[in-house]
């Protein structure tokens, strides 16, 4: 039984030493700049300035299947996989578009980089991209994202939205903020685009 509490007890103290070198890292790690126009008790309206994407197309119907091949290759690119074998740093959060037909996953470009700069991907399914401006709503949860989670979350904000009386643009996305190795203080969100006009609002 002593045997048995000392070595739970250095698994513990091992599995925390690495989750908070972990949670440090993430912390540490260039998030998408955005800035918050409304900010409510269950969402928020934000404003994405335009960004560079790194970007697959998949015939992923799910988070599980988009998310593990997805990322495999968006990884492979900015880790070298590329003209110049450029190391390229991994910003916050990765992007995920989940449809029936096509769906996408973008990892966002540092702000040091463009598409006038980026390297051209080895893979041909990466395609560098950039965005619009444009105005989203937002709705936050934590935990491990699944496909339940996704559609959960999705209609509790579409309905919020709808009360409140915004138009939604759009189908609602996915963004995940943290490595799948991370265990505790993850972030997930749904964010849809939307016509903001503050004079509409309920």
Known sequence: ????????????AVVFIFQSFIMVAANKTEEQKYTVIL??????????????????????????????SGFRKLA????????????????????MDI??????????????????????????G????TTEDEYVAVIQF???ASDKDLKYYSGKLQTILKEKGIIIC????YL????????????NEIIVSVDWNPIRIN
């Not at 409510?40 to 998310?67: G, H, M």
């Open 39 to 68: 900010k409510d008790q269950n969402f928020e309206i934000r404003f994405y300035p335009s960004v560079t994407l790194a970007t697959i197309s998949s015939d992923a119907k799910t988070y599980k299947e988009l998310s593990g």
């Open 142 to 144: 934590g935990g491990f």
């Open 176 to 187: 995940g903020y943290n490595p799948p190795y991370q265990l505790v203080g993850r972030r």
């Open 170 to 173: 759009g189908k609602t996305r």
């Open 1 to 12: 039984m002593k045997i048995f509490l000392i070595s739970a007890s250095i698994i513990f």
């Open 76 to 95: 492979g690119y900015i880790f070298g996989g590329n003209e110049t074998a450029t190391q390229i740093a991994m910003t916050a959060p990765v992007h």
């Open 99 to 124: 449809n029936d037909t096509l769906s996408t996953m973008s990892f966002v470009m540092p702000t040091s980089f463009n598409k006038k700069n980026l390297p051209k991907p080895n893979d041909p």
């Open 126 to 129: 990466v395609q560098l991209k």
